[in-house]
């Protein structure tokens, strides 16, 4: 796979979303990402089993301000102004999510849908922000 690929056309905005994939895509698409300047970020989310972990995971991976809050909607913003990772598009890595799911898939939903609609927005600017998650 490269940045051309049709199934991954990661510099294309409009294509962007989240999307589940095999964990071992995650190198190519890694890669292609770079090679197009967008910024690569990766979630962690081994051991993780309720909303506080998964919040606190993606605030992590993201590198969020210290100060902002732990809450859906703290995420919904947060996404939607990623300026302290100044980038031309965004590509996030979700991996090790099985216990979360077995534990809070609803929770996992949550953060998959916000993610959703914060590329939504992020397409309105014309920028890509790309989630893919690893298949359980």
């Given amino acids: 796979m490269n940045a051309d690929d049709?199934?991954?056309p990661l510099a294309d905005a409009e294509q962007a979303g989240v999307f589940l994939v095999p964990v071992e895509d995650f190198t190519a698409i890694a890669d292609?990402?770079?090679?197009?300047?967008?910024?690569v970020q990766r979630i962690d989310l081994a051991g993780v089993a309720d909303k506080r972990g998964l919040l606190d995971r993606i605030s992590r991976g993201l590198r969020f301000p210290p100060d902002l809050g732990r809450n859906w909607d703290a995420l919904?913003?947060?996404l939607r102004d990623l300026?302290?990772?100044s980038a031309r598009g965004y590509?996030?890595?979700?991996?090790?999510?099985?216990?979360?799911?077995?534990?809070?898939?609803?929770?996992?939903?949550t953060a998959l849908d916000i993610f959703d609609e914060a590329s939504i927005s992020w397409a309105d600017q014309d920028v890509p922000f790309w989630v893919f998650s690893a298949t359980p």
Wanted: proline share 0%.
């Fill in 6 to 8: 049709a199934n991954y």
């Fill in 91 to 109: 590509v996030v890595l979700i991996e090790h999510a099985d216990t979360l799911r077995g534990q809070a898939d609803d929770d996992f939903q």
């Fill in 32 to 39: 292609s990402a770079t090679t197009l300047g967008l910024a």
């Fill in 76 to 78: 919904a913003d947060s």
């Fill in 83 to 85: 300026g302290w990772l």
